[in-house]
Every structure is written in structure tokens, then in C-alpha cells.
């Protein structure tokens, strides 16, 4: 400790670094300051080298790249933390098709092909109900192409108890409006009938729009029609179900999935790519092939498309049963527990205190609301929740009663040593 510690670069001699200038000129010497006392008590704490505590400041300054970060929220579906994580097959496909690759390019004939038909393909394989589908940047965006081709200068039909904030202050019906669309709301916040739907009705209409309510729950006395009744009205039907569950989940029976919805008499159903279907951040549309083409041909379409990487890394999702988000929503408590358990007696073995506890776990803004899936914690006391949070990988829990729960429903069995060595971290540097 004590010969390393000699070796540790000293704050001036880093704030002179030409490395680190350009930082210093960007930011002032304050904010560097701190990144370099930051990357110093590391160095000191054994965590890194003395020589890399350079490239320690770079990295942890603005545009030293995104940090890792282990979710152990028990929220399968952080949108903070980036929603779903890619699984294996997903990232290999970024990585071939990060270079210049036949996204738009047909190899036999040396013509222009459709772009990203592939995942465009293993789309409609996976929904066979759907006549036609499309991709955009995500759920928000498929919502605005359809109200812009569908319903610009026209109104939008949607029950009171439908118009949801996603998050972050983003609401949808804002969102819709912003298109040019005008927003008719029927019915009460907890109740609205076919006869509401109906009533407003007319030769403004461009659709009736069914959100599913991914993030909330309307219990009591409370009623909406299904996608079913809402057919027959004369109008098209856009329905928004959020999740991306393309075919049902036993495990979440009220979650809807794009094939229930289509076959129910959906014109066109949107959704995201990035929750509980696992893949990376996108809008799904699926629905008739007349509604789906006019939307594709519509201009704001080419501003609304999918790059590459996302086209590459959806296609592996979709034609891979398996994936994280769907392992976290499949895992067996009682595994959950063991792995909790050997963990804690792990930690107790270097000199940590911890408890398995169980836990509740939730699938998160990406939907299910109100479904607890029984899971199992490392709780550890609450002071670590900082050093955790700061240390490489970042670990994220969740503090209650003064204590922090590392929940491993949403951590990939894989990255338990890697909770045990930020947890060991954590305790250096919340004692140091
Ligand atoms: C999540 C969600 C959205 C927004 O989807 P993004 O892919 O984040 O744009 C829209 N509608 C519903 C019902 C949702 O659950």
C-alpha cells in the first residue's frame, strides 16, 4: 500500500497532463479536479494501477463512454439503465454489422434491396397474423407516423383512461398532438364504453387509438372495451400494447401480445423492441398491409428509420428463443434464493456482512404494472449503496429500511462474482 501509494500520480502533475487539457479547458479545473481525486483514492485503494489513474480520469469524465452497470433494482426493465440488455447472439450481430454490410443491398443481383429485410422477415415469421410490418426508432415514434399518416389534421379517438405519461414528463397524448392530429377523448378516466367510442365518430376521424396501460393499473369500478369490441366502428384501430410481447406470456396473463391483438381486429399494433421481447430499442408496427404501407411510404418514415446496428441486433433477438430479459422474467426464486445465499456466505467469508432476504421483483416501466414476480436479495448495509453505485461496474439496488438490496432477478447468473467483487470494493472504499 504504502509503495504504491508513493507511486500515485499528484493532482497538479495530473492537471498539467496534455491528456487531461483538453478537458480542463472544456470544463474548468474544478469538475477534473474531482475526477482526479476520485481516480486517486482508487489507485490508493488498490483498485488500479498508480500508472493508469490517467486513463482512470479520462474515464470517468464526460465522453469517456457509457459505464457498465449491474441492475440489481429488481426492476427487469429499467429505463434508466437502458431497458433491456442484449443477449449474446444480439451483440455479436452489432459487432459484423458495425462495418460496411448489404443492409440495403441485394448480393445476387448487385441492386438496391429493401433495407434491413432480414429483420423485417424474421418479424413477420415470428407474428404470422400480421400482413405487413415495419420498423421505427422506437414505440413513440411508431405512434407519431401513425398519427401523421393517419390522422394529421384529423382526430385520434382515445378513452380518458388511455392518455399516459411514459416518463420523464413525455405524454402521449402531447406526443399526438405535435403531429397535427387532434385528440378526441371519450368516456371517464375509469370507465368508457363502445357507445363512447361510437358517439365520436365521424367524417373527422383518421383511428380510434387502444393504449395499454403499461405503467399504471385502473382498479374498481372500472371498464374499457377490448380490442375486439372496438372493431366494426368503421374507422382503423391502432393499438398501442408497449411491452413488445409478440405472441402470449403464461407468465404475465395480462399483458397483451401483438398476434392476440391483430387477430382481435387490429388494423395496426405498435410496440417496443426494447422491453419484454428482449431486443434492442425500436418501434414495432404490425397490422394490415395497406395501413403498414402507407406509413412506410409517408416521408417522415425516412426519419423515423432504423440504423444497421439495431436492424442487426432485433433480427438475432427474434430468431433466438432465448434472451436476458426473458431469463430474469423466467427465473426460478428457488434459484434466485440459493444464489443469494451462496453469495451472502461468500461475503461472510471475507469479512461482509450481508443477508439473503426475499424480495419482490416488477417488470418495470416496460410493463406489467402491479405483477410482484418473488425474487431473492443480497441486503447490504445502505452506505454501500454510493460506493456501489460509483465503483466499475457500477452496481445499481435498490435502498429500503436503511438497508441496500442487490434483487438478482434482473442480474445474469454469469455476473454473480462480479456483484461479489463490487460489494468487496464497495466496503474498501466506504471504510477508506
Ligand atoms: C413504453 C411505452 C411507450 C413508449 O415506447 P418507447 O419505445 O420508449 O418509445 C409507448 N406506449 C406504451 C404503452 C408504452 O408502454
Known sequence: MTDSRRHIPRTDALLDDPRLAPYVELMGRGPVREAVRAAQR????????????????????????????????????????????????????????????????????????????????????????????????????????????????????????????????FRLPDLLASTGARLREVGTTNRTSVADYAGAIGPATGFVLKVHPSNYRIEGFAATPSVGELTGLGVPLVADIGSGLLTPEPLLPDEPDAATWLRAGADLVTASGDKLLGGPQCGLLLGRAEAVERLRRHPLARALRVDKLTLAALEATLTHAANPAREALAADPAVLRRRAGDLVRRLAEAGVKADAVDTEA??????????????????????????????????????????????????????????FDAVTRAVVAACG
Open 362 to 419: 416488477a417488470v418495470g416501466g416496460g410493463g406489467a404494472p402491479g405483477v410482484a414476480l418473488p425474487s431473492a436479495a443480497v441486503a447490504v448495509a445502505g452506505s454501500l449503496a454510493g460506493p456501489l453505485r460509483t465503483g466499475r461496474p457500477a452496481v445499481v439496488g435498490r435502498v429500503e429500511g436503511g438497508r441496500c438490496l442487490l434483487d438478482l432477478r434482473a442480474v445474469a447468473p454469469h455476473r454473480d462474482d462480479d456483484l
Open 42 to 169: 482508487r489507485a490508493r485503494d488498490g483498485e488500479i494501477s498508480p500508472a493508469d489513474v490517467p486513463d482512470e480520469v479520462v474515464r470517468s469524465l464526460p465522453g469517456g463512454g457509457p459505464r457498465e452497470v449491474i441492475n440489481a433494482t429488481g426492476v427487469l426493465l429499467h429505463t434508466n439503465l437502458g431497458r433491456a440488455p442484449l443477449s449474446a447472439p444480439a451483440l455479436d450481430a452489432v459487432r459484423g454489422a458495425a462495418g460496411t454490410t448489404d443492409v440495403e443491398f441485394d448480393l445476387e443481383t448487385g441492386r438496391r434491396a429493401r433495407r434491413g429485410r432480414a429483420a423485417l422477415a424474421a418479424l413477420a415469421r415470428a407474428v404470422p397474423d400480421a400482413e405487413a410490418v415495419h420498423l421505427v426508432n422506437n414505440n413513440a415514434a411508431a405512434l407519431v407516423l401513425a398519427a401523421t399518416a393517419l390522422a394529421q389534421g384529423r382526430e385520434i379517438v382515445i378513452s380518458r383512461g388511455e392518455l399516459v405519461e411514459i416518463g420523464d414528463g
